[in-house]
């Protein structure tokens, strides 16, 4: 069986393994951010539950879901930085094209945008 040979420097795969690692990031990072929606809410509707009105302090839920969410921006940003970095030191014969890290990183800096907003919106 022959041995396998390490990638080329402009084999396309470099560039499409770190693209595969950073949506691996975006996935863990609202996975995270949905833990942390779903633990905010569930401790509002567990209050609301107990009694007629919900009691006007927050409950250690809340807190807990905003740190998830605020994790999971965490996540995602630290991903799109490590692949922006990775992404600047390709040559161009190295990228399948000189537009290739744009989608990827609009996409993870729109989440972490909107993981930014949901952490503010669940603040109680």
Do not use: K, N
Not at 37 to 48: E, N, P, W
Not at 62 to 79: D, I, K, N, R, S
């Amino acid at each position: 069986m022959p041995e396998p040979t390490a990638p080329s420097p402009a084999d396309p795969r470099v560039y499409f393994a770190a693209e595969r690692t950073l949506l691996a990031w975006l996935r863990t990072g609202i996975g995270v951010m949905a833990f942390g929606f779903v633990v905010a809410r569930f401790g509002l509707i567990v209050r609301m539950l107990r009694a007629a009105e919900p009691p006007p302090s927050p409950g250690p839920a809340a807190y807990l879901g905003v740190a998830l969410v605020l994790l999971g921006v965490l996540a995602t940003a630290g991903g799109a930085v490590q692949y922006h970095r990775f992404c600047r030191r390709l040559r161009a014969p190295e990228l399948p094209s000189r537009l290739a890290p744009f989608f990827p990183l609009t996409l993870a800096w729109l989440l972490v945008a909107i993981g930014a907003v949901l952490a503010v919106v669940l603040v109680p």
